[in-house]
């Protein structure tokens, strides 16, 4: 096979012999279709460049908002080897199947979840899977789960840019992502990472979401930022993407968690972002309003 000399990031190329495999190719033609008895309108991944940056949170979080704005709500678990949004949930009954496929389990406010902890018979059961059946999996909550009637289906990727990541940008049609991140200087080149992964895909960016970005003292109310400086206005100016939301280390937030009752939040950290992915995804607007307007 001969090198490719072209830009490969460019879903205009049309060059032969590439050697990363990303020209030549249409991402559109590996598209799967959903389940026959789905309509889902909006699909928006919820990404990370590494592990524990609170991907799942942010997730749920804006899954909750949305569905408190009136619309269908779904969340799909890709985070195969690490699920936790049945967890954030309280979501304990195992999904059921029929003959025409498999149904998501429902929170209490009617959120549709779908995880492969709702198909282990025990929780604490690791997955000890090769990467193609995992993303085989994440492919067929997609095609095999009926889903219904969804506005928005809330994609929880696993971290990274590896296998799983890549076969879904590629099989599901995605809206747009939302990448999450934490504020250390490593952030940066991990945030530009899953940003050329999208954009090399063709695939909307809708903005950053920091979390764990400032930390309130109990007891004097001082904000401490306890990872340092945060740099992510910086970072997404010059990838011309918008600063969504940021949220602090609020221990109210990891008790929500811990005891399944995510969908009673009472903060609004991410209220703005929510309207923000609603107006990006609804008409096209270009994102306007930024988190620092909320207050
Ligand atoms: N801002 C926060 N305030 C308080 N606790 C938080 C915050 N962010 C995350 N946590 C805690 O950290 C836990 C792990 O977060 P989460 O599962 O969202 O991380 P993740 O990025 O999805 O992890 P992984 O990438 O390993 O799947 C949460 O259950 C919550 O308890």
């Not at 890549?166 to 747009?176: A, E, M």
Request: hydrophobic fraction near 35%.
């Amino acid at each position: 096979m001969s090198e490719c000399s072209c830009d490969c990031t460019s879903t205009e190329c049309k060059s032969e012999g590439c050697s990363t495999g990303s020209c030549n190719v249409n991402p559109q033609d590996f598209l799967e279709k959903s389940h026959e008895l789905n309509r889902i309108k909006k699909v928006i991944g919820v990404v990370s460049g590494k592990g524990g940056v609170g991907k799942s949170l942010v997730t749920s979080t804006l899954a909750v908002l949305m569905r408190r704005k009136g619309y269908k709500v779904g969340i799909l678990d890709a985070d195969i080897t690490g699920p936790s949004i049945p967890k954030m949930f309280g979501v304990t009954k195992k999904a059921e199947g029929s003959e025409l496929g498999i149904y998501p389990q429902r929170t209490h406010n009617n959120i549709n979840v779908m995880s492969i902890n709702l198909l282990l018979e025990k929780d604490d059961s690791p997955v000890i899977w090769r990467g193609p059946i995992i993303s085989g999996t994440v492919k067929q909550f997609w095609t095999d789960v009926i889903w219904g009637d969804i506005d928005y289906l809330f994609l929880d990727m696993p971290p990274g840019t590896g296998d799983v990541p890549l076969t879904v940008f590629q099989s599901i049609p995605l809206s747009g992502i939302v990448i999450v991140t934490s504020p250390q200087d490593l952030v940066s080149l991990i945030v530009r990472k899953a940003y050329n992964m999208a954009k090399s895909m063709n695939i909307p960016v809708l903005g950053i979401v920091e979390n764990m970005s400032w930390l309130k003292c109990p007891d004097c109310g001082k904000e401490i930022q306890l990872f340092g400086k945060s740099k992510i206005e910086e970072v997404a100016s010059k990838l011309g993407v918008p600063v969504l939301g940021k949220m602090p280390i609020d221990p109210s937030i990891a008790e929500l968690c811990d005891n399944g009752d995510i969908e009673k939040l009472n903060h609004s950290y991410l209220d703005c972002a929510v309207e923000n992915i609603e107006k990006a995804t609804m008409d096209k607007c270009p994102i306007k309003k930024k988190w620092s307007d909320q207050k």
